[in-house]
C-alpha cells in the first residue's frame, strides 16, 4: 500500500493537530470538517478500506469505536452525543485508502434519509 496522507501525518512528516495517540490508535482534527468538532481515528496497522480488515480481526475496529468514545468522555461531550462514521471505497464516501473513523459533535446532527445527513437548525 502507498502511502497515504495519514501516513504522513502519523510519520509526523505532515504536521497536524494528533488529539489521541495509544499503541493502536492516532487521530486528529478532520482539515475539512463538517461539524464542530470532527476528528478522525485511524489504526496504527495498514489496511485500504473497511473490506480488507480480516474478519478474524475485528479488535482493530473495535479499538477506533472505543477510542472514539474515550475521546468523547475526556473532551466532555460524550453524554450530550456524537455520531462515528466509517466510508468505504468510492460510492461510500471514502477519498483517503487508509480504514478511518469520523467522529462528529459539538451540535445536534439531523438524521441520516434520502437527503443525506445534516445539522439540524
Do not use: W
Not at 477506533?64 to 461531550?77: D, I
Not at 446532527?109 to 445534516?118: C, D, E, K, T, V
Amino acid at each position: 500500500m502507498s502511502d497515504t496522507i495519514f501516513h504522513k501525518i502519523k510519520n509526523r512528516e505532515i504536521p497536524s493537530e494528533i488529539v489521541f495517540e495509544d499503541e493502536h490508535v492516532f487521530a486528529f482534527r478532520d482539515i475539512a470538517p463538517q461539524a464542530p468538532v470532527h476528528v478522525l481515528f485511524v489504526p496504527k496497522q495498514d489496511f485500504a478500506t473497511l473490506n480488507d480488515v480480516p474478519a478474524d480481526s475485528p479488535e482493530i475496529i473495535g479499538r477506533l469505536a472505543t477510542a472514539a468514545a474515550t475521546y468523547a468522555k475526556r473532551e466532555g461531550f460524550a453524554e450530550n452525543g456524537y455520531r462515528i462514521v466509517m466510508n468505504c471505497n468510492g460510492d461510500g464516501g471514502q477519498t483517503v485508502f487508509q480504514i478511518h473513523l469520523h467522529l462528529l459533535a459539538g451540535a445536534p446532527l439531523g438524521h441520516f434519509g434520502a437527503r443525506g445527513a445534516g445539522f439540524t437548525a
